[in-house]
């Protein structure tokens, strides 16, 4: 058979729905789709789960998390899953609700003091579909939460809020700043108590990166993967300045064991009842006169043929998270490569679900 033929008969074996194939064919067809885009893309190091209804479909890693040393990517491999930090922030917020201790509808101005006129209307809820009209803000990355806090509340508001929506990460800095206000310690701190430890989430953290005069002190995360983009024809390893007080909206570092330990306690039910859960994660508030982009719970929402899926990705493709409710079925891609788009996730999704439609072009960007 000559190679020609073997290609189409592999591209008409992928093509196949996941329904006509045992899950180990299922298994190996991503394995082929996701080893040979690695090598047209050039992706140093990747790790990919399925995960249903509580139960490991697929656990892989492909690649090398550090190339300097050789280093393979692993289960246990801390990747930075930037915006996907979100989603471990969303699941302390509804334990939080949950627990009575806070509800989407409280005005902010009942944790916070002596706040502006314009922040009145502002509401929890507000934060977490990005909604709220808070700017950016834009300053010096070693300043405390309550600095950053006060200084936004001296500037105006980009729109009144509930009225339109900007994807901001000052609104999850405000956000986690209430917590702190709620537990009493600082935010790493209530999602290690809260979230993390609750899930068996054991291998990752954050770097708590501070400068202090002229060196850069960082904890240290085992098995920490570098990420790297490509520059004139070669790979350069580079590390986005993540502030601490953004660390409620990016930063953390997660291993795939990790992630997948938190979607079976959300399977599970661990911390709170899927009853509970399930209409703030998938269920959209209205912004002006559209329905929200964004779920009650902050996730990126997704409907193709009557598939609803929802979650979150960061980097933008250091991180890809989906979870599909109807279909019971979460996929999560780790990537170290700092130019991968999102699309991966959703790409390995579809050999699962035979109602989401093939696409399986992956595509990276020039940072």
């Not at 992928?14 to 194939?21: G, K, R, T, Y």
């Not at 986005?240 to 990016?250: E, K, L, R, V």
């Amino acid at each position: 058979m000559t190679k020609y033929l073997v290609r189409l008969v592999l591209l008409a074996f992928l093509a196949l729905p996941s329904a006509a194939q045992t899950p180990k064919a299922v298994s190996h067809s991503v394995d082929e789709f996701v080893t040979s885009k690695m090598k047209a893309l050039g992706i140093p190091g990747l790790a990919v789960a399925v995960v249903k209804n509580g139960e490991k479909i697929k656990v892989a890693s492909y690649g090398q998390a550090n190339t300097e040393w050789n280093r393979e990517v692993t289960e246990h491999t801390n990747f930075q899953i930037a915006s996907c930090t979100k989603l471990l922030t969303s699941t302390l917020v509804l334990k939080t609700v949950y627990a009575g201790k806070l509800s989407l509808n409280d005005p902010i101005g009942k944790y916070l003091d002596s706040i502006p006129a314009s922040w009145k209307p502002i509401h929890v809820k507000h934060l977490l579909n990005h909604s709220s009209g808070i700017r950016e803000f834009r300053g010096d990355a070693y300043v405390s939460t309550a600095t950053v806090v006060r200084a936004l509340m001296d500037s105006t508001l980009e729109y009144t809020s509930g009225t339109k929506q900007h994807y901001a990460q000052a609104d999850f800095m405000i956000a986690g700043y209430i917590l702190e206000k709620i537990y009493g310690k600082p935010f790493p701190q209530i999602l290690k108590d809260e979230v993390t430890s609750p899930l068996n989430m054991k291998d990752g953290a954050f770097d708590m990166e501070q400068r202090v005069g002229t060196f850069m002190r960082t904890n240290l995360v085992p098995q920490k993967a570098t990420t790297y983009y490509e520059l004139d024809g070669q790979l350069r390893a580079y590390k986005f300045i993540y502030p601490q007080y953004t660390y409620t909206a990016g930063g953390y570092f997660a291993s795939l064991d990790d992630m997948v330990n938190w979607v079976i306690g959300l399977d599970k039910e661990v911390l709170f009842p899927d009853a509970f859960a399930r209409p703030l994660l998938y269920g959209q508030d209205s912004v002006g006169t559209k329905l929200s982009e964004f779920t009650k719970a902050g996730w990126a929402l997704g409907e193709e043929k009557n598939v609803l899926y929802a979650g979150h990705s960061g980097g933008p493709g250091l991180g890809d998270v989906w979870r599909f409710p109807e279909e019971g079925y979460t996929v999560i891609v780790l990537s170290n490569d700092g130019e991968l788009l999102p699309d991966f996730a959703r790409a390995i999704a579809s050999f699962y679900i035979p109602g989401l439609e093939r696409k399986m072009e992956i595509k990276k960007f020039e940072r």
